[in-house]
């Protein structure tokens, strides 16, 4: 494919907030927190409507390389195109330089809230390890069942903006219990770390003290509802995520 039509291609999907599809021989450098490089060979390039932009070779699930919320644009170089992503806070780039592209495709692909994700009581952890990014965008994970002195952590993760975050789960309603587990956790890792920690609370529902408590402390919620079965054989379903806190007066006047 000529990398001037590449170009133009890739232009009119990122006009139209389309889904990118870019495959082809590139190298690919990465300047932020640290600095790395891909050396030249085969990929596929994936950009979407919510300015994400992440790079794929044919082995793993998970991205070699990606940036979320950033700008997105695409040149013409000496006998290269280059597609850059950029952003200013924290300062980070990712640059794929392409010496020829196999193909551009744009789908147009509706955004939509409507989550259906199915696994035992055993895999929900996993599905959410598998992409964090249904809680928060930019949140990728770092570890699972993290050990503490008194407990162990769910799922410690990173923010878009450089801050560990720490994500408790609750099968059933989270009580006060359940928000001063995740503070202590929070705190735990603030002290092994060094560093700014966030704290975000996943349950069906939070009981009023245990809400007064969260607001207090400056953590998170985030309504998670799923269905559990008794079997082995058969799935647990996450049915629906809210990811927009509710406030100590909306959820007293929810309850009434």
Same mark, same amino acid.
């Given at each position: 494919m000529e990398l001037e039509k590449a170009k133009e291609e890739i232009e009119r999907g990122l006009i139209n907030k389309s889904m990118i599809v870019v495959v082809g021989n590139c190298f690919v450098d990465y300047l932020g927190r640290a600095t790395s490089r891909l050396p030249k060979g085969k990929r596929l390039v994936l950009i979407k409507g919510d300015n994400s932009i992440s790079i794929h070779q044919n082995r793993l699930v998970r991205p070699t390389n990606?940036?979320? /919320?950033?700008?997105? /644009?695409?040149?013409?170089?000496? /006998?290269?195109?280059?597609?850059? =992503? #950029?952003?200013?806070? +924290? $300062? *980070? =780039?990712? #640059?794929?330089?392409?010496f020829d592209v196999h193909g551009v495709h744009n789908y147009e692909i509706e955004a939509t809230n409507d989550l259906r994700l199915s696994g035992s009581e055993r895999d929900l952890n996993e599905i959410l390890m598998g992409d964090l990014t249904m809680i928060e965008p930019g949140l990728k994970p770092l570890n699972q069942q993290q050990h503490f002195r008194k407990g162990i952590a769910d799922i410690i993760a990173e923010d878009k903006d450089g801050n560990l975050v720490v994500i *408790? !789960? &609750?099968?059933?309603?989270?009580?006060?219990? =359940?928000? #001063?587990?995740?503070?202590?956790?929070?705190? @735990?890792? *603030?002290?092994?770390?060094?560093? &700014?920690?966030?704290?975000?609370?996943? $349950? +069906?529902?939070?009981?009023?003290? $245990?809400? *007064?408590?969260?607001?207090? =402390? /400056?953590?998170?919620?985030?309504?998670?509802?799923?269905? !559990? #079965? +008794?079997? @082995?054989?058969?799935?647990?379903?996450?049915?629906?995520?809210?990811?927009?806190?509710?406030? !100590?007066?909306?959820?007293?006047?929810r309850a009434k």
């Amino acid at each position: 494919m000529e990398l001037e039509k590449a170009k133009e291609e890739i232009e009119r999907g990122l006009i139209n907030k389309s889904m990118i599809v870019v495959v082809g021989n590139c190298f690919v450098d990465y300047l932020g927190r640290a600095t790395s490089r891909l050396p030249k060979g085969k990929r596929l390039v994936l950009i979407k409507g919510d300015n994400s932009i992440s790079i794929h070779q044919n082995r793993l699930v998970r991205p070699t390389n990606y940036m979320v /919320g950033s700008r997105i /644009g695409c040149f013409l170089g000496d /006998g290269t195109l280059i597609i850059k =992503s #950029t952003k200013t806070k +924290p $300062a *980070e =780039s990712l #640059t794929a330089t392409f010496f020829d592209v196999h193909g551009v495709h744009n789908y147009e692909i509706e955004a939509t809230n409507d989550l259906r994700l199915s696994g035992s009581e055993r895999d929900l952890n996993e599905i959410l390890m598998g992409d964090l990014t249904m809680i928060e965008p930019g949140l990728k994970p770092l570890n699972q069942q993290q050990h503490f002195r008194k407990g162990i952590a769910d799922i410690i993760a990173e923010d878009k903006d450089g801050n560990l975050v720490v994500i *408790e !789960l &609750k099968r059933r309603e989270a009580d006060f219990a =359940s928000v #001063t587990q995740l503070q202590r956790y929070m705190r @735990e890792v *603030e002290r092994l770390k060094n560093i &700014k920690t966030r704290g975000i609370l996943l $349950a +069906p529902s939070i009981r009023k003290n $245990a809400l *007064e408590l969260l607001e207090q =402390s /400056g953590l998170e919620f985030a309504k998670l509802d799923f269905e !559990l #079965t +008794p079997s @082995e054989n058969q799935k647990a379903k996450i049915t629906g995520l809210q990811t927009k806190q509710q406030t !100590l007066h909306e959820h007293i006047r929810r309850a009434k």
